[in-house]
């Protein structure tokens, strides 16, 4: 295990290293260090990170596909994506070097939960651009344990192999794990007879204690709590411990700042605001000061486990509007970008996101009368929504005139999910 000081000499040293790359190897890195004043020689540890500008979601989609890059593309081993905040996608790369970081992150990651060589790994996360398939099955592979890539859906299936498998670890959403409480139940099983769960590793959004408490009660499971993001390349990023008291985020690879997200101003550990990511030693995408908008914060005391990375409070929200449903990112935006984009919408739409066994999203927008009923129009609106959000939504079409004005703000999502 890493001590304190090992920790911040190694964080100390790529800072600098990282800046330069950075500068020397992006032109928008360049061209922001230039614009804000900032020599990267004026960086020469910790304590002139608040020098560095923000990295902002934005900026990945103006420079959109690959206009971070700092390796030519003939380096580049993978790409995954995630949404952006209208239609086109954000793009990720990796070198081989990236993705074999990332793999012994998430290697950690499972070795920290507990998970073994011989350890049966059911990969319920969605196995393709999004990162939690494979970035699962990596840390699967690292820790020596088989991996079952199930990836999303087919519940009964789902069941059946973990019971006919004897799965030992279940990765995928909570909210999934959530319902599969009671779709096992339905299906006849007996969750805690029936199979032989141990260990859970769940993330990718937002939960409870509570969701913690039923899942735990249901499979007779340890359930923990997992963080991280497509843009710091995937999942294994943070990790509850054993302790479960907070997340750590692995240190040597990731620097965490949290921030007052109206003012930028950087908040003393222990103060909940914007989790900010510096990723340490990224070679194809650097990634400086990465505005997260995640709200959580940071605490730097010891924990029993004994290991010194920080650790993150579970997330509590997010302080933009983006939606995150069934473990699918949705910024609103794009449902806009997709409605404007189809010829007979009217402008005025609602978002609604619902929760009947799993989360489900409807999109209402005001049509003209006569096409309220057109099976095409639906048709298109539908497959539209899916080419990109990448969830299937119901798309309902009301009159002209029905949906609410709003005289300030649009109030343009209705979330109807329990608050646990
Ligand atoms: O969700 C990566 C991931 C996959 C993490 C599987 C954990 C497990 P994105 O699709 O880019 O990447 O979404 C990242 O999801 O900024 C948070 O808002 C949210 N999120 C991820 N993990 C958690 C968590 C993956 N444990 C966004 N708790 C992040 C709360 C989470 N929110």
Avoid at 240 to 260: K, M, N, P, S, Y
Wanted: aromatic letters at 8%; glycine letters at 8%; one cysteine or more.
């Amino acid at each position: 295990m890493l001590k304190p000081k090992q920790l911040s000499s190694i964080q100390q040293a790529s800072i600098r290293k990282l800046v330069h790359y950075a500068y020397r190897n992006t032109a928008f890195y360049r061209k922001r260090f230039d614009d804000a004043g900032v020599r990267p020689e004026s960086v020469k540890s910790l304590d002139d990170m608040s020098k560095i500008p923000f990295t902002v979601k934005t900026d990945l989609r103006d420079n959109y596909p690959l206009g971070i890059l700092a390796v030519p593309l003939n380096r580049l081993y993978c790409l995954h994506a995630s949404s952006g905040t209208t239609g086109k996608p954000i793009v990720v790369a990796y070198t081989r070097g990236d993705l074999e970081r990332w793999s012994r992150l998430m290697g950690r990651t499972f070795d920290v939960a507990g998970v073994r060589k011989g350890d049966i790994v059911q990969n319920m996360y969605g196995y393709g651009l999004f990162t939690g398939g494979l970035g699962f099955h990596y840390g699967a592979r690292a820790v020596g344990a088989i991996v079952v890539p199930t990836s999303v859906g087919n519940t009964k299936r789902q069941l059946m192999l973990m019971k006919d498998l004897q799965t030992t670890v279940a990765a995928c959403t909570p909210s999934y794990m959530v319902y599969l409480c009671e779709a096992s139940r339905a299906e006849g099983y007996e969750p805690r007879k029936d199979f032989v769960l141990r260990i859970g590793l769940f993330g990718a959004e937002p939960w409870s204690e509570e969701a913690r408490k039923r899942i735990e009660d249901s499979f007779g499971l340890r359930a923990h709590d997992c963080y991280g993001m497509s843009e710091l390349c995937g999942p294994g990023v943070a990790i509850e411990c054993e302790q479960r008291e907070g997340l750590h985020v692995w240190g040597d690879e990731f620097l965490v700042e949290t921030i007052d997200p109206d003012t930028g101003e950087v908040l003393e550990p222990g103060r909940e605001g914007e989790l900010v990511f510096t990723m340490l030693s990224r070679e194809a995408m650097p990634l400086l000061r990465y505005r997260s908008r995640d709200l959580s914060r940071v605490f730097e005391d010891e924990c029993a486990c004994g290991r010194y990375h920080s650790r993150i409070a579970r997330i509590k929200g997010r302080s933009d509007d983006m939606l995150i449903v069934g473990g699918v990112n949705v910024f609103p935006s794009q449902v806009e970008h997709v409605l404007m984009n189809v010829p007979g919408l009217g402008d005025q739409y609602q978002i609604i996101v619902s929760h009947e066994e799993l989360d489900r999203l409807t999109v209402k927008v005001e049509t003209a009368k006569h096409r309220l009923q057109d099976p095409e129009l639906t048709k298109t609106v539908q497959e539209d929504l899916y080419a990109t959000l990448g969830i299937r939504a119901n798309v309902e079409f009301l009159e002209e005139g029905t949906l609410p004005r709003h005289e300030g703000k649009a109030r343009r999502v209705v979330d109807l999910r329990p608050k646990e």
